[in-house]
Every structure is written in structure tokens, then in C-alpha cells.
């Protein structure tokens, strides 16, 4: 048994809007394990910011709210430790980079300030380390001219480079987990790239547990070693990356591949999967994906499959195992 | 920022600035010397107890300031005295007009800055934590009564406070007291009043704009980053909220300090009897003393305008986003 350094179980978290209850996350369980890169990916609006977002406790509330689960970081559960306890985790054992890097710093401060105050705040460095240290971290993520440019306000940067700078601040307390809520999704494909390539890096370092999240499986190629699939609001399939790529067992992980680029010649490759996303406000009892599925069978529609070990690394949420 | 940029930015204000001024001071004076009455009535009034010919009188005074001249001529002089740093003669009070202002601009002073003081520290307390409590009763609280404060006409709020707490609990003095030296408890004691008058409405308007600046901010993403950094609440919304909350409200207290000069302090002094730069003007109006009128007219539209501007330049550290070109 791999050991996690974080462990999600049954967690449940909704979202209590005018239009009904937004089951965005629906008991999911997994967990991430020290040094892995595990890549989180399931098509847009299926709960994987939620996700994200519900383990450092940083769900907009009202209206959203985590109802139930338990999120074990060493001994620790995230959801039922104190404010003080949460805050010491935030940022220093557990750090975030979120997916649009235009609103995630804060315009008015400086990114030399904005990568600082949380090395001042966890590592309680003084001025000149605390200015070594960021100079340092980003010239790690290849800030040109660094020096000069801590000085420099958000705006002065192109997008790629107010990712990086989220990446080393991220990266400036020397998390145990890095979470990276699709870093690269409002990036210029060629930016994209140099984006991806700091994961990889990160990756062959294997100091850190990287949680990667994506909605395109094209992405995850050298930096995943395992991948969990995610569709409305529930685990569909985990495995590692040969066995979601050589031996996906989930119709919605079939679906998933499929419409990958270039990954065969067959000429009527499927842009996106047919049919459409489920909403998640009273789902359909039974399997979620079912009124999308090709293999759909009675049972599908009744009864919530429950996840099946299909080899040593592979699970899988779907009646077809069972 | 270029230094440049900001540099030609201030001349160009300053240009306007001096544009603006010139058509207060005209317009002010045009109306005042096309009213019926003559600054030299003030001295007729004075005179004709003995028993001079009042006609005389008139004509006597009029040729020794001037005032027989034809019109443009008296503007041509007013505005190259002006321009020399001679703002005249008070024909009302008989003295420099300069001398006038130096002894009561202080009290228009202290009155605004206090009330601007009070409406800003207020209302962005009052406005920041009804933001942070959203929908608790303390945010329904501060509504309720940032409404109520809007809505009040101010002489009407002074009137009130005079009768409550001067008339029938006797707290206060009726009236001003000029005697009671300018740092003092006592004139902070009897300034209370025309603060409250002055600064509610204001502070009312401030707190809904607090409250809105804030809540806008709290939804950002930034504020989502500084909370997964771990930072405490104290600082998410100290620094991270509040430095961009600040921005749109510094814009709000300069629009509205127009009303204060210009409006609110003028009905203050005159409620509560302080011989602030208000009153004066309002006295010096109804005798015709336009020196005193536009001289006064003339200082507060340059309090306001260099103030805008003073605003303009601090914005370019508070926000670096803005430039001036
Ligand atoms: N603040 C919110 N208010 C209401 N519904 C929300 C909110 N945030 C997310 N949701 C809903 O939760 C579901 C999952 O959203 P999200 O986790 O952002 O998906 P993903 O990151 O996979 O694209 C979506 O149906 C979305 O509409
Ligand atoms: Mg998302």
C-alpha cells in the first residue's frame, strides 16, 4: 500500500444556488501520494476546481458549502481543523496556482510583495532573506531580469509570466502539495509549453506531490503518473497514466481519448464527446453519464455504480465491471 | 509611471485650474456688481444718521473706490490688483479684504477638516465591516441608518441637534464661541455639533460606497490567492481588499468636497453661528461687498481644484495602473 500524504474521502460539496442544489462535488475519494504528479481531468463544469478548492477549505460561501467527507492530511482532517491550524497548512504545506493568472495577483502590490508576504508569514525570514529568497525563486521559474522586475507591478507582465510568478509563489514555502488548477488553460499555446515544461521539471524533481488539473487530457503527457477521471461531480476512473491510456476501462475515459488529437490517423476521430454535460442540479438516479454512454444498459440508470478494482493501480466506477 | 507624463499632466491641470478660476472670478463679479444694490449703500446706511445728503455720500464713496467707472474698467482693475496679490477692500467691514480672510479662514478650516475627517474614518469603518458581515443585522443596521443619513437635509439636522442638545438638554452652547483657543478640548467640544451637521450626510454617502468598494473586491480572484497563501483575514481584507476598495471611495470624498466648500459649510456656519469664510461671503452677498465675495468664491474653488489634483498624483502610487499622458 503507497502511502498518501493526502487522502480525500467521501467528500461532498454543493452549491446552494436560486436555481437548486449544484452537487458539484459527490462523494469523491482519492488520494495523492508523497512525490507523485496525479492529474486530476474530466471536461469542464464536472467539479474539479470544487474539488481543488474544497481542500484548502477555499469554497466561496455562501453559496457553496462542503457538506461532508474528510480531507486527511497526515493526522489532521482539513475540514474539522481550526482556522489558525488551516491557515499554518495554506500556502506552506499545501500551496495553490489557480487558472487565470490576470486576477489571481492582485494589481496594487508589487509581485516582488506578492511572492514576500508569504515567505515573511510562514518562514518568518527576515527582510534581506525574504528578498533572496523570492529574487531566487524567480529566476527558478525563469523571470528574466529578476531583480529589477520584483519591483514591478502585474500589469507589466504578459500572462505566461504572471503565471510564473503565481508558480513561485506558490513554490516559495516549499509545499508538500502543489495543486495547479488548470495553469495553463488561458494561455497561448506556445506559452502553454514553457508553462507545462516548469511541471515537468517539478515533476522530475519529486520533492513535491503535485495535484495537476486539466480538462484536456492532451496535457498530462510527462507530467502525470497517475490520473483520476472526473465526471459530474464524481470519480469515474483512476488509474495510472498506461493504464488510463493503454487500458481505459470507463466509457467516459474511451470518450476522453478519442477525441485526442493526433493520436491515431482514423479520420472520423470525434471532436468532443456526443451529447451533453449533465447538469448537476437533480441528477439522474443511477450512473451520471449514462444518457451520454454508448454502452448505457438498465442497471445504468437505476443504480449508482460503485467503484471497482480492476488491477492493482485501476479503479473504476462503472456497471460494465461489476 | 513617466515622470514626464505625470509632469505634463500636473501643468495641464494647473492651466485649467487657472482657466476655471478666471470664470469664477468673472462670472461672480458680474453678478454681484449688476445686482441693485451698491457696495456704497453699506456706507449710506451707516452716514445718513448724520444727516448728510445721502446722494452726496454715494457719489463721494463711489469716486474714492472707484465704482463710478464704467464696469469693464473696475473688472480690468479688480483683476490686475487681484493678479498682484491685492484682493481688495471690504466696503461692508471696512478693512483689507485680505485681513478678513486671515482672521476667519481658520474656523472654516477646522470645520471642514474635522467634518471631513469624522465622514471618512466613519463611513469606511461603518462601510468595510457592513461589507465583511454581509446580511448579519449589524450590515442591515448600517444600511438602515446610512439611508436615513443620506436622506437628512443638513440645516434640518442642525436645527434638530441645537434644539435637543443645546435648548433642552443644554449640553452644548447655542452658539459658537469664538473665544476659546483653537486646540483646545473645549472648541473640539463645541465643534461636535456642526460636525455631526456637516459630516452625516457625508459619512452616510461614504458608507454605501465603502460597502459596495469592498464587496465588489472581496469577490476577486486576488482575495481567493491571498487566503490560499494562508495569510489571516486581518490582512485578506487590511491589505489585499482594502488597498483596491480605497481607490473608487478617494474618488467620491474629492467629488463631494465641492458640496462641502461650496454648500454643507456655508449652512453650518451660518446655523451655529461660526464666523467661518461661509458666513462672511453670506453677509458680504446681501451688502453688494463683492471684493469679499469673489475673493472667497475664488479660494474655495482653488481649495477644491488643487485638491482634485493633489488626489490625481497620490492615485499614481495608490494605483499603479494609472497613468496620466
Ligand atoms: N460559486 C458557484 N456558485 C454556483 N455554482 C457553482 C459555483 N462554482 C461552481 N459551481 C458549479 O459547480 C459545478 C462544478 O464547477 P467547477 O468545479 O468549477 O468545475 P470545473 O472546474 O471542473 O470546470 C458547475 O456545475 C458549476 O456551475
Ligand atoms: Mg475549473
Given at each position: ?16 444556488t ?5 452537487k458539484?462535488?459527490?462523494s ?6 508523497r ?5 486530476l481531468?474530466?471536461?469542464?463544469g464536472?467539479?474539479k476546481?470544487?474539488?481543488a478548492?474544497?481542500?484548502?477549505r477555499?469554497i ?5 458549502k ?6 486527511r ?5 482539513l475540514?474539522r ?11 506552506h504545506?499545501i ?11 492582485n494589481p ?14 510562514h518562514?518568518?525570514l527576515?527582510?534581506?532573506p ?14 528574466p531580469?529578476?531583480r ?9 507582465f504578459?500572462?505566461?509570466m504572471?503565471?510564473r510568478?503565481m ?13 495547479a488548477d488548470?495553469?495553463t488553460t ?9 508553462i507545462?515544461d516548469?511541471?515537468r521539471?517539478?515533476k ?8 495537476f ?13 497517475r490520473?483520476?477521471?472526473m465526471?459530474?461531480?464524481?470519480i469515474?476512473e483512476?488509474?495510472?497514466v498506461y ?10 475515459t ?22 451533453m454535460?449533465?447538469?448537476?442540479i ?20 437505476q ?14 466506477a ?5 | ?9 500636473i ?48 457719489a463721494?464713496?463711489?469716486?474714492r473706490?472707484g465704482?463710478?467707472k464704467p464696469l469693464?474698467q473696475?473688472?480690468?482693475n479688480y483683476?490686475?490688483n487681484?493678479?498682484r ?12 479684504v485680505?485681513?478678513l ?9 477646522q470645520?471642514?477638516?474635522l ?5 471618512a ?6 462601510g468595510?465591516c ?7 443585522r449589524?450590515d442591515?443596521l448600517?444600511?438602515?441608518f ?8 443638513n440645516f434640518?439636522?442642525?436645527i ?18 469664538t473665544g476659546?483657543p ?39 480572484d486576488?482575495?481567493r490567492t ?5 495569510l ?7 491589505k ?11 474618488t ?13 459649510a456655508?449652512?453650518?456656519?451660518i446655523i ?17 461687498d463683492?471684493p ?13 481644484l ?9 492615485y499614481?502610487?495608490l494605483?499603479p495602473r494609472?497613468?496620466y499622458?
Amino acid at each position: 500500500m503507497h502511502h498518501n500524504i493526502l487522502e480525500i474521502k467521501q467528500l461532498k460539496t454543493y452549491f446552494f444556488t436560486r436555481s437548486g442544489v449544484v452537487k458539484a462535488v459527490d462523494s469523491v475519494n482519492f488520494g495523492i501520494r508523497r512525490g507523485e504528479s496525479l492529474c486530476l481531468v474530466g471536461e469542464s463544469g464536472c467539479g474539479k476546481t470544487a474539488t481543488a478548492l474544497s481542500i484548502l477549505r477555499l469554497i466561496d460561501s455562501p453559496p457553496g458549502k462542503i457538506i461532508d467527507g474528510e480531507i486527511r492530511y497526515h493526522d489532521e482532517d482539513l475540514l474539522r481543523c481550526s482556522g489558525k491550524r488551516l491557515r499554518q497548512i495554506r500556502g506552506h504545506g499545501i500551496a495553490m496556482i489557480f487558472q487565470d493568472p490576470q486576477s489571481s495577483l492582485n494589481p496594487v502590490f508589487t509581485v516582488g510583495d506578492q511572492i514576500a508576504e508569504q515567505i515573511r508569514m510562514h518562514l518568518k525570514l527576515k527582510r534581506r532573506p525574504t528578498m533572496e529568497r523570492t529574487l531566487h525563486l524567480m529566476e527558478q521559474v525563469g523571470i528574466p531580469r529578476a531583480r529589477e522586475r520584483m519591483k514591478d507591478y502585474p500589469h507589466q507582465f504578459s500572462g505566461g509570466m504572471r503565471q510564473r510568478i503565481m508558480i513561485a509563489a506558490a513554490l516559495s514555502c516549499g509545499p508538500e502539495i502543489l495543486i495547479a488548477d488548470e495553469p495553463t488553460t488561458a494561455l497561448d499555446t506556445t506559452i502553454k509549453e514553457q508553462i507545462l515544461d516548469i511541471f515537468r521539471d517539478l515533476k522530475q524533481q519529486r520533492e513535491m506531490s503535485i495535484l495537476f488539473i486539466t480538462h484536456d487530457l492532451g496535457t498530462v503527457a510527462g507530467i502525470a503518473d497517475r490520473i483520476v477521471v472526473m465526471y459530474g461531480g464524481r470519480i469515474a476512473e483512476v488509474g495510472t497514466v498506461y493504464d488510463i491510456f493503454d487500458q481505459p476501462k470507463h466509457p467516459y475515459t474511451h470518450g476522453l481519448i478519442d477525441c485526442l488529437p493526433d493520436i491515431s490517423a482514423r479520420s472520423d476521430r470525434l471532436t468532443s464527446i456526443p451529447g451533453m454535460i449533465p447538469s448537476l442540479i437533480d441528477p439522474p438516479d443511477g450512473c451520471i453519464f449514462s444518457p451520454r454512454c454508448p454502452r448505457s444498459m438498465m442497471v445504468c440508470r437505476q443504480k449508482r455504480p460503485k467503484e471497482v478494482i480492476v488491477s492493482k493501480e485501476h479503479l473504476v466506477a462503472c456497471h460494465l465491471y461489476s | 509611471m513617466k515622470r514626464g507624463g505625470l509632469q505634463g499632466y500636473i501643468i495641464k491641470r494647473l492651466i485649467y485650474a487657472a482657466l476655471i478660476a478666471f470664470g469664477v472670478v468673472t462670472i461672480t463679479f458680474i453678478l454681484l456688481r449688476l445686482g441693485p444694490t451698491s457696495p456704497a449703500d453699506k456706507y449710506l446706511a451707516n452716514m445718513s444718521a448724520r444727516t448728510q445728503d445721502p446722494a452726496q455720500v454715494v457719489a463721494a464713496v463711489e469716486a474714492r473706490y472707484g465704482l463710478d467707472k464704467p464696469l469693464y474698467q473696475q473688472y480690468g482693475n479688480y483683476l490686475i490688483n487681484l493678479a498682484r496679490g491685492d484682493w481688495g477692500w471690504s466696503f461692508s467691514t471696512s478693512m483689507p479684504v485680505i485681513k478678513l480672510i486671515q482672521t476667519h479662514w481658520v474656523y472654516s478650516f477646522q470645520l471642514i477638516l474635522l467634518s471631513m475627517l469624522f465622514a471618512a474614518s466613519l463611513g469606511l469603518l461603518i462601510g468595510v465591516c457592513s461589507a465583511i458581515k454581509q446580511y448579519t443585522r449589524i450590515d442591515y443596521l448600517a444600511t438602515f441608518f446610512s439611508f436615513i443619513g443620506i436622506s437628512i437635509p443638513n440645516f434640518w439636522l442642525g436645527i434638530m441637534l441645537i434644539l435637543v442638545f443645546s435648548v433642552q438638554l443644554g449640553w452644548f452652547k447655542t452658539y459658537y464661541d469664538t473665544g476659546l483657543p483653537m486646540f483646545s478640548l473645549a472648541n473640539l467640544k463645541a465643534l461636535i455639533l456642526p460636525v455631526i451637521t456637516l459630516g452625516t450626510g457625508m459619512m452616510a454617502g461614504y458608507t454605501r460606497y465603502a460597502r459596495s468598494a469592498t464587496l465588489d473586491n472581496m469577490g476577486k480572484d486576488f482575495v481567493r490567492t491571498a487566503r490560499a497563501k494562508g495569510l489571516p483575514e486581518r490582512v485578506v481584507i487590511g491589505k489585499h481588499v482594502f488597498r483596491n476598495a480605497i481607490l473608487p471611495i478617494i474618488t467620491i470624498i474629492m467629488f463631494s468636497l465641492s458640496g462641502i466648500v461650496f454648500g454643507g459649510a456655508y449652512l453650518t456656519e451660518i446655523i451655529f453661528g461660526i464666523p467661518g469664510l461661509g458666513r462672511i461671503s453670506f453677509n458680504a452677498i446681501f451688502a453688494s461687498d463683492y471684493p469679499v465675495v469673489v475673493t472667497i468664491t475664488l479660494i474655495g474653488t482653488l481649495v477644491v481644484l488643487l485638491t482634485n489634483l493633489a488626489t490625481d498624483i497620490v492615485y499614481t502610487w495608490l494605483d499603479p495602473r494609472i497613468r496620466y499622458d
